[in-house]
């Protein structure tokens, strides 16, 4: 065992590597008990936890109102630069602003990887009205965490990782149910740019 599973089993602290936490949410949402939900309550979280740095995207942005929630995300990186990093959140039901909110958000220097929410937009995974985003992270080579739910879902991610290559793509949730996950392991293993997150 290496002194950092030691360290980690004994609950020390893990000063000696950069811990990332790649899939956090910032603000409200309808159903969800989030308390210390802003900027400041998600760093007093990741102080007491041990997290160096986490990714962000707004609740409001995979909900009712995807440029207000990219607003909270780019307040937060601006103010926090060297604990936060921000995911552009787009919605394909609105793909003529897509390419747009990509430019608007991605000028901002802490503004580094794509967030979609298929379940909650209503859009399959490889549904063609992502077509910007993913080409966005190929040209970018920049990480687009994707809610993954279901076998489906990975299947997608599976079946687009090839024509992305540039693109470093996250299965959140990595798939979601045992059947999904264990196809998510298979997927991670033979594509290069393809990663799990882990979130509950």
Known sequence: MTKIAEKALKGEKLDDILII??????????????????????????DTLGVDRASLTAHSSIGPDYRYGNDIVIDAV???PDRFVGYVTVNPNYEEDMKNELDRCFKVK?????KLHPGCHGCPVDDKRYHTAYETADERKCPVLIHVWGYESV??????????????????????????MAYAMDVVTRRKNVYADLAI
């Not at 802490?110 to 794509?114: F, S, V």
Request: aromatic residues 8%; hydrophobic residues 45%; glycine residues 12%.
């Open 78 to 80: 601006t103010r926090y």
């Open 155 to 180: 299947a997608a991610v599976d079946r687009l990782a090839p024509q992305y290559p540039g693109a470093k793509f996250i299965m959140g949730h990595a798939g979601a149910d045992i059947a999904a």
């Open 21 to 46: 936490d790649c899939h956090n949410h910032i603000g409200d949402w309808k159903a969800f008990n989030a308390p210390r939900n802003n900027a400041e309550g998600i760093l007093a979280s990741m």
């Open 110 to 114: 802490g503004m580094k990887g794509i």
